[in-house]
């Protein structure tokens, strides 16, 4: 059995991106292995955040976690700020990290991008990802493409401390699908859709109403041939469209070009909206009976407290190997 580590921001409403890049994964994995699931809230400030609105969205994205199928009582669903080894476990591995290959990482460049002065954490905030990651002698680690080179840096941290310090550490592995690992913004097919986006059409988040899901999708970025094919870098619009409705169906793309052979880009989109807003339906209507129930906030204190038992041996094991404490 390995064990899986995953997790997500509660910067806002799990998007499509999020639900095929890592949660479907998530739901995937948990029959088969020991899975923890975290809401990785510590990350979340990296940039400012109303705190009440970020105490919502943790029971928004646990209760979603849980409406997309992932069950508390098979996986350990949890809150980051509840176990305490993420934050000292992500002290110790800045201590490791150098801040050339800090400031190397696209997503840091991205979210700094025209900004005069960013706070640190944006910085480290691969160190800390790297900690949630090896505070639980994680195997496998199950997410969307953008997080490769965060995966990378966390392969490195764990290898520098195993070498210079003996076995610490368990070197994790990523694991991302075919279809869904990158979804792509619908206004701008060469960004990835993104939760803080600021055009709301520029995503389908899991609790959007059919309404905004056919505008969005009407509204979504093509091209002008006319023809439905993949081809991401001539057609990035129309590919992400093929992508999402495959991962969405399990059909083939070979099979929807086929379908869709001497098709308008129209037809395509209001059969996508059809699909999208079946899809989400169900799980939108768990997500109000979760979000609901007192059995929420019971679940989350119940994983905390497994992950802690966890979490409280390895850290031992880092005090030791680096010499801390008495
Ligand atoms: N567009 C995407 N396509 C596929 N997978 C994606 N993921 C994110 N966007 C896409 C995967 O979702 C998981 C959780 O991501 P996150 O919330 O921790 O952080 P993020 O990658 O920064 O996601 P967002 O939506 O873009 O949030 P903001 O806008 O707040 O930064 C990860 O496994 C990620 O790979």
Redesign the pocket.
Known sequence: MSRVF????P??N?????Y????KQFVELQEENECLYCI?DE??IT?PQDPKELKKHILDVAALYMAVGVDPKKSIVFVQSQVSGHAELGWVLNCCANTGELFRMT?FKA?SAGKESVGAGLLTYPVLMAADILLYDTDIV??????KQHIELTRDLAIRVNNKYGKTFVVPDGRFLKA??????LDDPTS??????VNEHS?ISLLDEPSKIKKSIMKSTTDSEGVIRFDIENKPGVSNLLSIYSALTGKTIEALEKDYEGHGYGDLKKDLVEVVVESLAPIQEKYKEIRESKELIDALNDGANRAEAIAQKTMKRVRDTFGLGL
Do not use: W
């Open positions: 995953s997790g997500v921001q910067t806002g799990i998007h499509l991106g999020n095929l890049g890592a949660l990785v990350h979340a940039v997503q979210k199950p997410v969307g493409n953008d997080q869904g690992a990158r979804v792509m913004a990835k859709m993104s939760k803080s986006a995503r």
